[in-house]
């Protein structure tokens, strides 16, 4: 086993050394080539070509965005602290005044959810966005600044000159090679350029998520209506327990301007233990009584996948090699399922090591790990430490969202049920009817854990 991990994480030479030391002579270098037009990828993009760096963008797709579909939400003060005032030309649907946890089970739903016109206010908390939009917009930032883009370029894998990565080859139909001093590899989860490069190890299915989306458009009035909103502000809700059919993962419903986009993911792994295809796992949350009546009306615009590292801080590659750096989500860096803020920044901190490597002309290891210490010392890689044991705790409580979320959904019931009976004996009869599902000392055991991750 270990000698087959040795073997993919070596670095693969492509052609005589001779041979690329002639080609890459003969032709156009760039000073950097970025593989990807994700947020990461194209956010890297404008930072290096806004200094004067000579980019090249590549994107395998026709459009930014081709191979997504529905939105996120952008935390706009760490987006505003990249692009000030980003809301003024970002195509954002919603701003987002409302944020709950909706804990449901097959008949019930148990609610937490905070509102406040506060989060109405400049410089706002959160914007709902449709993927393609934000990454259409940040594409055009880097062309205005003269970041060279082509699209329809597959990457096939990196050109190495002994270790050091001097350029990418492209697959067919263009069949072609680009030059430049510094490689960044942007390509998203389950980075295949990176694996078949030998940089990055095969992610397991234990550490990616698919995720299932379908967006419903309806009237805006419609939205505002039945999410309690006004006119132009949002909703973000979380969906946790029978939304992933008794396994740990999440789902979600964004609003947008006059549509809804709901999404729900399990790790990849547990769609093949289960059997349940992608498809089925979504239908169940449109048929949930309580989602069913938000969707009253609507029609499907839009319906897609994606998947989503989330291994987290422990199933981080090696980021930095020679000529070489790893962002985005090719990187790891996604924390729970929130990877748009972090991939950005970390596309801004690869390009601050890029422009350091290019003034002093030294593309080494050591000069270009200033894109991990700056890592290390942001918000991004200090979160992902301090959620590290949450991927294990899932794997160690596979039962965790659904069995809790049915404790507290029968609890309320029982709560909210009126019973003939004195109140004391219904408290009683209430934790019999609590510890009849999970012991006493199992659920204090359980507690425990959760509490030793959360404070780190």
Same mark, same amino acid.
């Given at each position: ?78 987006? %505003? ?44 908390? %959160? ?26 370029? %597959? ?302």
């Amino acid at each position: 086993m270990l000698t087959d991990w040795y073997k993919a994480k070596k670095p693969r030479k492509i052609g005589k050394q001779g041979n690329l030391h002639n080609e890459s002579s003969n032709v156009k270098k760039y000073d950097v080539i970025v593989v990807g037009a994700g947020p990461a990828g194209a956010s890297a993009a404008y930072f290096m070509a806004k200094e004067g760096l000579d980019v090249l963008l590549l994107e395998r797709g026709p459009f930014p965005g081709s191979k997504s579909c529905g939105g996120t939400s952008l935390i706009a003060e760490h987006t %505003h602290k990249l692009f000030p005032n980003f809301w003024e030309e970002c195509h954002c649907e919603r701003i987002v005044i409302q944020q709950g946890y909706w804990f449901m089970t097959e008949d019930s739903l148990l609610s937490s959810s905070f509102q406040s016109m506060k989060l109405a206010a400049a410089p706002y908390n %959160h914007f709902t966005v449709k993927r393609r939009s934000l990454y259409q917009w940040l594409v055009d930032k880097a062309k205005a600044v003269g970041a060279f883009v082509y699209f329809n370029h %597959h990457v096939a894998e990196v050109i190495f000159d002994g270790t050091q990565a001097i350029g990418v080859e492209v697959s067919l139909p263009q069949k072609s090679r680009f030059f430049a001093n510094v490689i960044i590899l942007a390509d998203g989860a389950n980075s295949l350029v990176g694996e078949r490069s030998g940089l990055i190890p095969r992610v397991s299915p234990e550490n990616l998520a698919l995720y299932v989306k379908e967006t419903i458009a309806l009237p805006a009035q419609v939205i505002e209506e039945r999410f309690n909103l006004s006119p132009g502000y949002g909703s973000l809700i979380g969906l946790i327990g029978y939304p992933t059919a008794g396994f740990n993962g999440t789902g979600s419903i964004h609003t947008f301007k006059d549509s809804i986009n709901i999404n729900v993911g399990l790790a990849i792994s547990d769609f093949a233990i289960s059997g349940i295809r992608p498809h089925e796992l979504l239908d169940r949350v449109k048929m949930h009584p309580f989602i069913q009546t938000l969707l009253i009306g609507g029609k499907t615009i839009e319906y897609g996948g994606s998947v989503i590292p989330e291994g987290g801080y422990h199933a981080i590659p090696k980021l930095v090699h020679p000529g070489l750096l790893v962002i985005g989500d090719a990187a790891s860096l996604v924390n729970g399922t929130h990877g748009i803020n972090l991939a950005m920044w970390s596309g801004f901190f690869a390009s601050r090591a890029v422009y350091e490597s290019k003034k002093n002309r030294d593309f080494s290891v050591k000069k270009l790990s200033l894109y991990r210490t700056l890592l290390d010392e942001s918000f991004v890689m200090q979160d992902l430490k301090a959620n590290a044991k949450i991927a294990s705790l899932q794997r160690e409580l596979p039962y965790l969202f659904d069995l809790y979320t049915k404790i507290a959904n029968d609890t309320a019931y029982h709560v909210a049920k009126v019973y003939s009976m004195p109140k004391k004996a219904k408290r009683k009869f209430i934790f019999k009817k609590i510890t009849s599902i999970q012991p006493i000392l199992k659920m204090a055991s359980d507690i425990w854990k959760i509490l030793k991750v959360v404070k780190g």
